[in-house]
């Protein structure tokens, strides 16, 4: 263990042992060390190794200790000095810095919790595990990746979602403080943590419960606008019209599941977990001839060779030529909410068509039972959809109660 006379030039040009690696000690500040490793040849590109690191060594109730620093030249021969100090008088004062540090390592970050939640319960559990994920890399992540899970206190959460809130995004506040305190939770359960910084914490912002429906007017001018987006994501704002159906359920539609005027939803992307046979009236079918088809297995693949996303270009334009203040998920609601009120379909109906949830255990028996009925409702919707906007008088305005829908 060579002792040298440290100088910020000797650290510089200090050359990498052939082997293994060499220690040099200060005599300037007693206890302070640089290890430096050998250089590792590569089959391809530079060598790698030759690190320089910094340590401090001292003992603590006998025992021979030491302490890292850190790396040159992140870390220079002053600043190296510097810290060395601080350690040695914690040492003087009885304590064993090296033995601390070790126990705050073992503290895991908030990026290992995030990761652990995302691949063990996240994308296990839940349908919805990429809006987790884009709160944590949009919101969560750049503020707290590298921080110990532990040490993120109440009121950096608090500061956290004002920001958030006050930046535009009132519901996305809440719906990252939903997530955050959902990590945490979970994390408690597998003792990742000790403690949730969200306890007690309010939504930051009040919602009120979208019950937006497209009004006659506005549906025209929506339908008008489709024409000044790209084809793919227009044919696809269509169908999620005329066919009732979840936004996302559409993006995922693939030519295998259709077969003739039927569509059916795999149980791997509904979102309620159970399969759903979709009848195509007419008006959704000439939407499906006027779609391009190419080798994807997807009806409306994305450029990336997966399914459309759901927030994707186009509807900001439809916005600004409309006028309309909508969400794809909202034609969904205007077509059911058209199918009941202006159409006279029975509810139970238009909850087949819908896919709403029915864990009563007759209704896995029956569900096959309301394909007329759901052929009947969706060909008068199509109808009346297009005697909205084209101007086109329909002879369905109104389906007549049946006594299989009444009596179901």
Not at 195 to 207: G, T, Y
Not at 333 to 362: E, F, Q, S, Y
Not at 387 to 400: D, H, L
């Amino acid at each position: 263990m060579p002792r040298v006379e440290m100088t910020a030039r000797f650290v510089k040009d200090v050359k990498p042992p052939k082997s293994g690696r060499v220690e040099y000690w200060d005599t300037k500040l007693t206890g302070l060390g640089l290890r430096v490793s050998e250089l590792v040849p590569t089959e391809e590109g530079p060598p790698k190794g030759g690190r320089k690191t910094w340590q401090v060594m001292y003992r603590h109730k006998n025992r021979l200790r030491r302490y890292k620093l850190g790396t040159y030249p992140v870390l220079s021969l002053a600043d190296a000095r510097d810290d060395g100090k601080a350690v040695l008088r914690a040492v003087a004062r009885g304590e064993d810095p090296a033995a601390e540090k070790s126990t705050e390592h073992k503290s895991p970050t908030f990026s290992y919790l995030a990761a652990e939640y995302m691949e063990h319960h996240a994308k296990i559990k839940k349908k919805s595990w990429k809006k987790d994920q884009r709160a944590l890399d949009r919101e969560l992540l750049p503020r707290f990746q590298h921080r110990k899970a532990n040490d993120i206190a109440r009121h950096e959460i608090i500061t956290m979602l004002r920001d958030i809130r006050d930046g535009g995004a009132p519901i996305g506040a809440n719906r990252t403080l939903e997530i955050v305190r959902r990590i945490y939770n979970w994390g408690i359960g597998q003792e990742i943590v000790s403690q949730n910084p969200c306890s007690r914490i309010e939504k930051p912002s009040e919602e009120v419960r979208r019950e937006n429906r497209l009004t006659n007017g506005e549906m025209r001018k929506v339908w008008t606008a489709l024409a000044s987006i790209p084809p793919k994501r227009a044919a696809c704002l269509k169908l999620i019209l005329l066919t009732a159906q979840r936004p996302g359920e559409v993006h995922h539609m693939r030519w295998q599941d259709i077969d003739d005027d039927w569509w059916t939803i795999p149980i791997e992307f509904s979102k309620n977990g159970m399969s759903h046979r979709v009848p195509l009236s007419q008006q959704a079918l000439e939407v499906l001839r006027g779609v391009e088809r190419s080798n994807s297995e997807w009806v409306f693949p994305s450029a990336r060779g997966g399914p459309l996303s759901n927030n994707g270009d186009g509807l900001d334009v439809i916005r600004e030529r409309s006028g309309a203040e909508f969400r794809p998920h909202d034609l969904r609601r205007t077509a059911a909410t058209v199918m009941t009120g202006d159409l006279g379909i029975p509810r139970l109906v238009v909850a087949k068509i819908l896919n709403h949830a029915d864990r009563d255990v007759t209704s896995v028996y029956d569900r096959a039972s309301y394909d007329r009925e759901k052929c009947r409702a969706l060909n008068a919707w199509g109808a009346r959809l297009m005697e909205i906007v084209e101007g086109q008088k329909s002879a369905a305005n109104v389906i007549p109660l049946t006594a299989g829908a009444d009596s179901a």
